[in-house]
């Protein structure tokens, strides 16, 4: 699946548009961050009761970000715990570029009757290779200021044409996940171009997601 997929007849264009406008910076990015800090911070419980379809949905997708592994090729695979509806999650703060960090996640939560501290850092590429000294000055960052949380590092790209081979090698030697947008709505169970009573309704949500 590509975020630019052909449109069908009556649909606007695509809202990313990033291969024809060219690979220079043109926000990408920074909205991508900004747009999954919103959905991360939607599945604090206490928006259950704002959007619960947008709460439930979110839920499943830092779900996702929590729990999964890296398979052998190094690439994000579904988490081996199964979603429930017991997941609660008490808290979720994030911060956008601190220590250079594109989204640093941190989460309180309770899975199987059982209190969590987690902290997620999340390296957001769209254009460019993963720089080699970015991965270890994030994980050490991390590593000393969050010593009593459970730790999951990421390199998030929109698709999969960027898993190359120098993607995959330094995701490996200094232990992030391999994962893009669509591996992400691919577990989850999201499906791009859905019909709307599959969709949760919320604009916003909707058109970034679905």
Known sequence: MKFERKRKNGELPAFFNYEAEGKTDQGHEALMDFFLSWTLRCADDKN?????????????????????????????????????????????????????????VEVKCEIKKEQQAHVICIENKWYSDISENQLPKYKDYVEQNYPDQKKQYIVLFLDSSKFNVKNKNLCKEYGYILASLEHIMDIVGIKEGCVKEDQTGNELFDTFWF
């Open 48 to 104: 259950k009761s704002r959007d619960s379809k947008v709460h439930q949905m979110a839920k499943k997708i830092l779900f996702t970000l929590l729990f999964s592994n890296a398979g052998n090729d190094g690439i994000i695979a579904a988490p081996e715990i199964k979603f429930e509806s017991s997941f609660k999650v008490m808290a979720v703060k994030t911060y956008r570029q601190k220590n250079s960090i594109d989204l640093l």
